[in-house]
């Protein structure tokens, strides 16, 4: 019997119990690299199977698909992790600096310091869409992920309130979010991230295809 004449209650059980598996596929490969060393691989492998169900091929074999990813960037993946680690730390001592220091004049500079903190964050969420979806060098993943994100601003506040009502409904369902909570926030920002993606592959486009004035 094949899956159309099922129904869309078999295609919605199907594709919540993918969502639920990759979940689990996360939390695992995570651990098998003793969290420090597998969070990142496993989290490009996640969006690589996001990505595929983002664009409409629900099909592709998950684990196949996870494992390879795994692998072949486990350690770029770490590489990313480490400078994002890193950008946590520097974070992390600006915080506790302003924390500290509450002269008048040095909080004045607060304000800027946050919004650039701010926007750094909103870059990291657009990096590991932008790491599985583009093929580009090393240093131009976090100048693009950058841009799309600058020139976005409304699907970031979008993507902020999508993720945070998600998590918060889900945390008032018991195992909710250990079977989901990585799936679906990386299907949301992937989502939106490839809602972006092809505003910014149009507006390249329009302007290939403008002809040059004489």
């Not at 996001?50 to 684990?63: A, H, M, T």
Request: hydrophobic share 55%; proline share 4%; with cysteine.
């Amino acid at each position: 019997m094949s899956q159309v004449s099922l129904g869309p209650l078999f295609t919605i059980a199907e594709r919540i119990s993918k969502f639920a598996y990759v979940n689990l596929l996360w939390i695992v490969f995570t651990l098998a690299g003793i969290i420090l060393f597998g969070f990142f691989p496993a989290t490009i492998a996640l969006f690589t199977v996001i990505r595929k169900w983002v664009l409409n091929d629900y099909d592709v074999p998950v684990f196949k698909t996870f494992w390879n990813s795994y692998k072949q960037e486990f350690l770029k993946g770490n590489l990313v992790g480490l400078i994002i680690a890193m950008i946590g730390v520097i974070f992390y001592v600006n915080l506790s600096y302003m924390q500290v220091n509450k002269d008048t004049l040095l909080m004045l500079t607060h304000i800027p310091l946050y919004l650039v903190m701010f926007a750094i964050s909103l870059t990291l969420l657009y990096l590991i869409p932008v790491y599985v979806h583009y093929n580009v060098p090393f240093i131009q993943m976090f100048k693009n992920a950058f841009l799309i994100m600058f020139i976005n601003p409304l699907n970031n506040l979008l993507l902020i309130i999508s993720i945070t009502i998600t998590l918060y409904g889900m945390s008032f369902i018991p195992g909710v979010l250990f079977f989901f909570a990585g799936s679906v926030t990386a299907y949301i920002i992937m989502t939106s991230c490839y809602q972006a993606f092809k505003k910014v592959d149009e507006q390249k486009r329009r302007r290939l295809a403008r002809p040059r004035q004489a």
